[in-house]
């Protein structure tokens, strides 16, 4: 089974081994907090201007499906995660395991591949890898949303203006710009409790400063402790084989430890803007955010059920884990005016580093114990020592992204718009696995060279693009329009692993451990044009229809062959495509109902799906065609001064059209993963006034996620031959069945003056909603390896209060 925290160790060639438009957008509410986006307002409406086609444009202009959360409602809903950004975003699913480790997906494009299907921007930066050997698709930002000014949600695909991996929609942080001649400073703290866990809180802060007439600066910071509420209780338990042998297996203690998920989120931001003049633009902008967890926020459940197997958050740990993700993104943007049109320069730099200690010694502990440690004897050899041996996997990922866009974009004007530009990006990436042995009595490291490194593996590879896009609009009448784009992409991607250790002769055929060995070099080259259509058409000045047909693609690459692969171990990948049809309709009634509404289909070719092969190599594979249709929506009034309802919603049809590849396990007909068919919140606030200073409100929210399915499991192989593609050589795992849920948040607060004073509620009825599940299944290593043939669960946080105090200028 493949999921977030399983595909982290995954990557071509080596770790299998251990893996078996929104309405709400138009924010209509006059007490609602007027973003820098704000172009006009009058006291009834807010019109609402974004950047989703790369020029400043009203919402109810542009011609798709688009949502807009302002940076005021996502503080005063508390949303720092995507979790919490569900409640705003129809057709947002998420498959999430520990902060800076989700799964996003939009319109249910997701089989659990690698490679993302959504991109994710901050201002003009694209965030993560395009390449299926990163683990962009579980990697997603988790950025904190402080001085953010506003989130933009494009669902569909985005091919022609965002190029790869944005077949399913596009998420995009909008930052503050610095102002000019400000002076302005804000600062937030607040804490959390979690019930029957720790503690948490949050410190922000922000200021804006001048330099001089021409130019200023902007900075925020921020750090956030997140309380842990997964213990770990000394627990025995036989494992199979030891049973069958009368023997008790002394890796089953496991240690005691209270709220150890805890986690620390920090990071800045700092941005310079200059403008000498009328006609040029500068702003420079540097990020940083760093998150770190102590242990995994999974608990041991029966398969069937989900009930917990011990109390109700535990889980079992031997070897402590941990996981780190540091981001670091600079940026210059610079725009000059022309005059015939505006020029832009977007330059970035990334860098981004993962690391992660998994404990694999539950599926894999008896295995070299019986090898090297006190059960050697089973085998009628002397072992190497005679205390247990503990088996962790130290993780990492680092990848260097440059990119570099080049566009020119005429005025906007009531005829003819037009933007045409180029794009380049290189990534540099590193996945590394070292797998040790440890002595559980110590917890320190053997230094026995036999043990001291099991198998260690390097996986460098490099990503290179270059595209060409263009978009224009056509207005041919006061109320009907065309736009639409085209995006030439062509990429080129190498690999190359180096493996070692005590296992590289074993798993690889490396001559020696101590050399290890080079895999062959891997090598791709693919061209891909995406295009987008969409005639739009104004019944009056406030409703707009339109239709909508796009073309999106991630891209394919290599795999890292291993020595001795199997009969129909694919050398490469190809990309997969998408196109999507849409319809869909906008309208603002009165200025007090706000009315946003899409029914689409997406047709999926060439879908990529993980594989493993008998030998535990892992690839990347394509797996013929799925398809995902549905509605979505978003529906927002304001019947009375002060009180503002919305409600979204969406029903998803996503399933797998034709079977995949044996080994990798799914079915023509198969729900497509971690899609609910149903899915809606509905959130309602109301401000008023206390006093002639004093501003209160109250607010809720309530989230319902319909059932849905979990990841498709990849075919064991059973034999007796070796082709990947006779589905005879395996047996298959359905796909488990994920419950359904409902959340309920709720607020209140009040401002006086600089000041403003919020309490929250999240997850009131403490509701236990799946959001992964994780199972280490291995008959050739003695069965279920979790106590009690359990598995492994991810669930919603459980009830959580909190309290936050803001003070600005």
Request: proline share 5%.
């Amino acid at each position: 089974m493949v999921n977030v925290r399983t595909a982290l160790l995954l990557s071509s060639g080596f770790a299998a081994l251990f893996a078996n438009a929104s309405a709400f957008a138009q924010e209509i509410a006059a007490e609602a907090a007027v973003t820098e986006a704000s172009a006009a307002q009058d006291n009834e409406n807010q019109i609402i201007v974004v950047t989703a086609q790369k020029r400043e444009e009203k919402i109810l202009d542009i011609p798709q499906s688009v949502t807009v959360v302002g940076g005021d409602t996502l503080e005063r809903q508390n949303a720092t995660t995507f979790e919490q950004y569900a409640n705003l975003v129809p057709s947002l699913s998420l498959n999430e395991t520990d902060p800076g480790q989700s799964r996003i997906s939009l319109r249910g494009v997701n089989t659990g591949g690698i490679a993302s299907t959504v991109a994710v921007y901050v201002d003009e930066i694209p965030f993560g890898s395009s390449s299926g050997l990163l683990n962009g698709g579980v990697l997603a930002s988790d950025f904190d949303t402080f001085d953010v000014n506003r989130l933009e949600v494009l669902r569909g695909p985005q091919g022609t203006l965002y190029g790869a991996s944005s077949l399913g929609g596009l998420i995009k942080f909008v930052t503050n710009e610095p102002k000019l001649g400000v002076f302005d400073a804000r600062a937030r703290a607040g804490v959390e409790f979690v019930d029957e866990g720790d503690v948490g809180y949050n410190f922000n802060a922000m200021f804006n400063a001048p330099l001089g007439d021409k130019a200023a600066f902007r900075a925020s910071g921020f750090y956030r402790r997140n309380g842990g509420y997964i213990d770990a209780v000394p627990n025995q338990f036989p494992n199979s084989v030891f049973v069958d042998l009368g023997i008790l297996d002394p890796l089953g203690t496991s240690k005691e430890l209270n709220n150890f998920n805890d986690s620390d989120v920090w990071g800045g931001r700092g941005s310079v803007l200059f403008e000498p003049n009328d006609q040029l633009k500068i702003r420079l902008t540097a990020i940083a955010q760093k998150i770190e967890t102590d242990g995994l926020s999974d608990v041991e459940v029966e398969p069937e059920t989900y009930k917990p197997l011990h109390d109700d958050w535990t889980q079992t740990v031997i070897i402590p884990e941990s996981t780190s993700v540091k981001y670091r993104i600079y940026n210059a943007t610079i725009d000059y005016d022309l005059g015939f049109a505006t020029l832009t320069s977007a330059t970035a730099f990334a860098r981004n580093k993962f690391k992660s200690r998994q404990d694999a010694t539950l599926p894999f502990g008896m295995l070299f114990n019986a090898l090297y440690g006190p059960y050697s004897f089973l085998l009628g050899i002397p072992p190497v020592t005679t205390s247990p041996i503990g088996v962790p996997i130290d993780a990492g990922f680092r990848l260097k992204k440059f990119t570099q866009e080049v566009r020119l974009a005429s005025p906007s004007n009531e005829t003819f718009e037009w933007l045409a530009g180029a794009y380049y990006t290189k990534e540099d990436g590193l996945v590394t696995n070292l797998i040790e042995a440890v002595d559980l009595n110590t917890g320190n490291a053997f230094t026995d060279p036999f043990l001291a490194q099991l198998f260690t593996a390097e996986l460098g590879s490099k990503y290179k693009e270059l595209a060409g896009f263009a978009n224009a609009t056509w207005h041919a009448t006061d109320r009907f329009d065309i736009t639409a784009g085209g995006r030439l992409s062509r990429n080129k991607q190498s690999a190359q692993q180096d493996v070692g250790g005590n296992f590289s002769a074993l798993q690889f055929g490396c001559p020696t451990p101590d050399t290890g060995c080079s895999l062959p070099r891997a090598e791709s080259d693919e061209t891909v044009f995406t295009y987008s259509i969409s005639p739009r058409f104004e019944i009056n000045d406030q409703t707009a229809v339109y239709a909508r047909v796009a073309k999106g693609y991630r891209p394919g690459g290599p795999n890292v062959i291993p020595l001795g692969a199997p009969e129909g171990f694919p050398p490469n990948y190809d990309a997969d495509t998408l196109t999507s049809y849409e319809l869909g309709l906008k309208a603002d009634l009165d200025s007090h109902v706000s009315v946003d509404l899409a029914a689409f289909y997406n047709d999926w070719n060439d879908i990529q799906v993980i594989g493993v092969t008998p030998a535990g190599d892992d690839f990347n594979a394509n797996g013929g065609t799925a398809r995902s249709m549905g509605i979505e929506g978003t529906i927002s009034a304001r019947p009375v001064r002060g009180l503002n309802l919305s409600v979204n919603g969406a029903y998803i049809d996503a399933e797998l059209t034709e079977d995949t590849p044996p080994i990798t396990g799914g079915f023509d007909g198969d729900q497509l993963p971690w899609t609910p068919k149903f899915s809606f919140s509905v959130n309602a606030d109301y401000d008023w006034a206390l006093s002639s200073n004093i501003q209160a409100f109250v607010g809720g929210s309530l989230r319902y996620v319909g059932k849905q399915k979990g990841n498709i499991n990849n075919g064991e192989f059973v034999g007796p031959g070796g082709d990947l593609n006779d589905p005879d050589n395996f047996v298959f795992t359905p796909q488990d069945k994920i419950p359904d849920y409902a959340t309920l948040n709720l607020r209140a607060g009040a401002e006086f003056g600089h000041f403003s004073l919020e309490a929250f509620v999240r997850n009131v009825t403490n509701s236990h909603g799946v959001t992964s599940t994780t199972s280490f299944t291995n008959a050739e290593l003695g069965g279920n390896a979790i106590p009690g043939d359990g598995i492994l669960v991810g669930f919603t946080q459980p009830r959580t209060f909190g309290l936050t105090l803001t003070a600005g200028l």
